[in-house]
């Protein structure tokens, strides 16, 4: 008997009860916030930069899915390289042989990545912080992970312990026994390594949480500390790699930077197959796989499938063949000084930071008595509800998809797909202008809009 499926046939019956769908069998928390704050689009198809709803409107994309759609969606050279992989019928994880296509990414991978030696392929970027945290406490003997203030590395339990936001981490205990220490502060950083059972300090080159760079010369100071105390330092460039910042890794920013772990995931996957990937020395993973009876110590059952390292090779070749990275430092200049450029004009603007196409935009109280009275009331009822009034017009007047970058926080995060050009800037520019604009008016739909976060920011409590 055949059996017939057609997906195409069921999206045309079914798909107009998405978020009903999503009520009721998945997180039912999602689609009520989506409908509260006007998010609740339908978006019919997507190519590169853009989405598009059934009345053919162009949204544009400063989001990337979190980071993961590095090269936009759909791009037709990894849209290709899946689609050749399936019809090749491939014998694919059998287990009991070798495959060419891990290899070949890991090759390529690692041509990218001076000072380190091999991979371990998983699913995903959590995934990826996981096999760092057991390689380097596997690797030292000891068994505390130090982590940055505010970090975001994942949310299973491993990642979760050196995860420096309490709202991801409350109600989960008990964690692995890490400590946090401020990003920067090397003293911190000392006392915590003389204590002498620190197995690494695990560290996003610019934290995605609030846009925070690492500042000029920590990593290497940092690193010179840990190598002294025979810990490890693991660069967390989940959302930060494949030039994401103006180079192939953010830690690549700061010369003799080189880290002993490197952990990476979205964009690789081209935005079709979940891929992580954990770089590393060969010593540490010659430790891990000693011998033939720890051959499988550390091992994921879809790690290295063909599909995920077929839209891995996929997208390096477009990275370098396209010249992505330096295409990502001029548009990410040009962004960055634009929006840099309104900081005097805007009282409600106070800081814009970031590198290559990763960018906050940081919000803070007003001096003219009006709008100070009035961000004063938007403070109280909870912190982040200014930034949400301007995420909200961006996506709603101006179709332009941004997020705030965490929880209670004045910080938009500005994570576009690699290849945005310098239209798709001038056009953020100009929306976010006059988004800018009618918030500094004093009235209007926005400061309307600010008082249903209110009472809804209220009601939640």
């Not at 400063?62 to 399936?86: E, I, N, S, T």
């Not at 996957?269 to 011998?291: Q, R």
């Amino acid at each position: 008997m055949t059996t017939e499926f057609d997906l195409g046939a069921l999206l045309a019956e079914r798909g107009a009860e998405r978020y009903e769908l999503h009520a009721k069998h998945l997180n039912p928390q999602l689609p009520r916030m989506l409908h509260t704050i006007g998010f609740d689009k339908v978006y019919e198809r997507a190519e590169g930069a853009h989405f598009f709803d059934a009345e053919g409107n162009d949204y544009l994309d400063m989001l990337a899915g979190f980071g993961v759609m590095g090269l936009g969606r759909h791009h037709p050279v990894v849209r290709k390289a899946l689609h050749d992989v399936l019809d090749l019928d491939l014998a694919d994880l059998t287990r009991f042989d070798c495959q060419p296509l891990p290899g070949l990414l890991a090759e390529r991978l690692l041509a990218h990545s001076p000072h380190l030696d091999r991979v371990f392929f998983g699913n995903s970027g959590t995934e990826a912080v996981e096999t760092a945290l057991k390689f380097a406490r596997y690797a030292t003997g000891r068994p505390r992970v130090l982590y940055c203030d505010h970090a975001f590395h994942g949310l299973t339990t491993g990642s979760l312990s050196v995860n420096g936001e309490s709202g991801f981490r409350d109600g989960f205990a008990p964690l692995l026994p890490d400590t946090p220490v401020p990003l920067g502060d090397l003293d911190a950083l000392a006392r915590e390594l003389k204590k002498g059972d620190v197995a690494a300090l695990i560290v996003e080159p610019i934290q995605g949480k609030g846009v925070h760079e690492a500042p000029p010369g920590y990593l290497r100071a940092a690193q010179e500390l840990l190598h002294r105390h025979k810990a490890l330092l693991i660069a967390d460039e989940v959302q930060t790699g494949l030039g994401r910042t103006g180079d192939f890794y953010a830690y690549q920013h700061e010369d003799g930077v080189e880290p002993d772990l490197v952990c990476v995931a979205k964009a690789l996957s081209g935005g079709y197959v979940p891929v992580g990937a954990t770089l590393g020395k060969e010593w540490i993973f010659k430790k891990v796989y000693s011998s033939m009876d720890r051959v499988l110590v550390h091992s994921a059952s879809f790690g290295s499938n063909a599909q995920a390292m077929a839209c891995g090779l996929a997208v390096l070749s477009v990275m370098e063949n396209e010249q992505i990275v330096a295409g990502v430092r001029r548009t990410g200049e040009l962004l960055k000084s634009r929006l840099t450029a309104l900081v005097g004009t805007y009282e409600l603007l106070a800081d814009v930071r970031g590198r290559g196409l990763m960018i906050g935009i940081e919000f803070g109280k007003p001096s003219s008595l009006k709008l100070r009275s009035r961000w004063s009331m938007l403070q109280a009822a909870r912190k982040g509800l200014f930034a949400q009034m301007v995420v909200v017009p961006l996506l709603q007047k101006h179709r332009i998809l941004t997020q705030v970058s965490g929880d209670h926080l004045e910080v938009i995060k500005l994570i576009p797909p690699l290849i945005v050009d310098e239209a798709d800037v001038e056009r953020f520019v100009d929306a976010f202008t006059a988004v800018m604009d009618d918030a500094h008016s004093g009235g209007g739909l926005m400061w309307d809009f600010g008082k249903t976060l209110i009472k809804q920011a209220v009601a939640n409590r």
